[in-house]
């Protein structure tokens, strides 16, 4: 099977614009992990498209540098034509992966993640928060930061706003007291539209690693966040993959929660991701959904010593209950992040 693993950042679709240092590291981990770990799928032919000014990878036998857009466009459908599949990574902003996937599916490729009716679900936080609402998960309330107002918010209340769509923690703002957001609002000149208020919530940031079918799904890892806020706004500091082993009594209310998600949004396939908060009182409180691969994905291979990209293939020829986990799975200690992801 011939495979275009297609990282969006990296791939030279960007190349007549400056790189975004954050997207483009994160992102560049990702697909450097994935291509080593498709490595050992013998049944597996990986093709990548590659921006010029990134470094060469060698161990990639098929590969396209990209100078130009004129070139992108071309090679990226060249290839589109000659694989039978494509991973996509992207990020959710501006329906950037969902307008990814439709050129997948419209070519009658086989498309290695998410449907797009899933994708422009999870890439708008106030469309999960209705669908998991509807669920009865726990996510905090998200309004429009254009209907935001002062006078309906609590004085003691801190805020988060941050753009509907973004990704991770891009552009994701803190303000200790709703006064600081609305002069903060008054100040700027941005696209509010797009942008949402959320209350920040006291407790442990965590997100869930999961492999899902379109129904069902696998917990292969809980990890946590080190967040730090600095000059106003939210970073992530490190992660700690499997911070929490299926001993710890809350592990089943994480998969109780992973299952249900899988359950709740349509088409839902593949490697994605779950942003939580374990709040102060032990409420487990849903943040957004990531139908990607996430940056958690770097710490599997070294956590279970398998490559996770054979579970992708055995999920895509015989399905999700035919994926064989290793014994230690769920018991094996966590993993630090923070040297991978700390800029």
């Known amino acids: 099977m011939k495979i275009l693993v297609y990282e969006y950042i990296t791939s030279g679709a960007l190349c007549e614009n400056s790189l975004p240092a954050s997207l483009m590291k994160e992102g560049d981990l990702i697909l450097q992990a994935v291509l080593r770990d498709f490595l050992e799928v013998r049944e597996v032919k990986v093709i990548i498209l590659r921006d010029y000014r990134l470094p060469t990878l060698s161990y990639i036998r098929y590969y396209h540098t990209i100078y130009t857009l004129s070139q992108f466009h071309q090679t990226w459908q060249y290839c589109l034509d000659k694989v039978d ?14 307008k990814i996937q439709e050129k997948i599916l419209k070519a009658g490729k086989i498309l290695l ?10 890439s708008s936080k106030i469309e999960t928060e209705k669908y998991l609402k509807a669920a009865s998960l726990s996510i905090p309330t998200t309004i429009s930061l254009l209907d935001w107002r002062l006078d309906k918010t609590s004085k003691e209340e801190s805020l988060i706003c941050k753009p509907n769509d973004g990704a991770g923690c891009i552009d994701t703002f803190y303000f200790k007291a709703p006064l600081d957001l609305h002069l903060w609002k008054q100040k700027n000149i941005f696209d509010a539209k797009n942008y949402i208020v959320q209350p920040y919530i006291q407790g ?10 379109g129904d069902k799904t696998l917990l292969l890892s809980v990890n946590q966040q080190q967040i730090k806020i600095k000059k106003d706004k939210i970073y992530l500091n490190a992660i700690l993959i499997n911070a929490i082993m299926a001993e710890n009594p809350i592990y089943h209310h994480l998969q109780e929660i992973a299952n ?31 139908p990607r691969l996430t940056t958690s994905y770097l710490g599997l291979r070294t956590v279970y010593g398998i490559s996770p990209m054979r579970w992708l ?6 399905g999700l209950d035919k994926i064989v986990l290793p014994s230690n799975f769920g018991h094996q200690p966590f993993l630090s992040l923070r040297e991978k992801i700390v800029r």
Do not use: K, Y
Not at 113 to 122: D, F, L, R, V, W
Not at 204 to 213: F, H, K, N, W
Not at 272 to 279: K, N, P, S, V
């Open 313 to 318: 293939f055995t999920l895509l020829n015989e």
């Open 204 to 213: 442990q940031a965590m997100s869930l690693t999961l492999i899902c079918d």
């Open 260 to 290: 249900t998600i899988a359950n709740t949004l349509p088409r839902l396939w593949g490697f994605i991701g779950i942003d939580l908060i374990i709040a102060q009182n032990q409420s487990l409180i849903i943040l957004e959904i990531n």
């Open 85 to 98: 599949a494509v991973l996509p990574i992207a990020p959710e902003s501006r329906n950037t992966l969902t």
């Open 113 to 122: 993640g998410c449907h797009p009716q899933a994708t422009q679900i999870a």
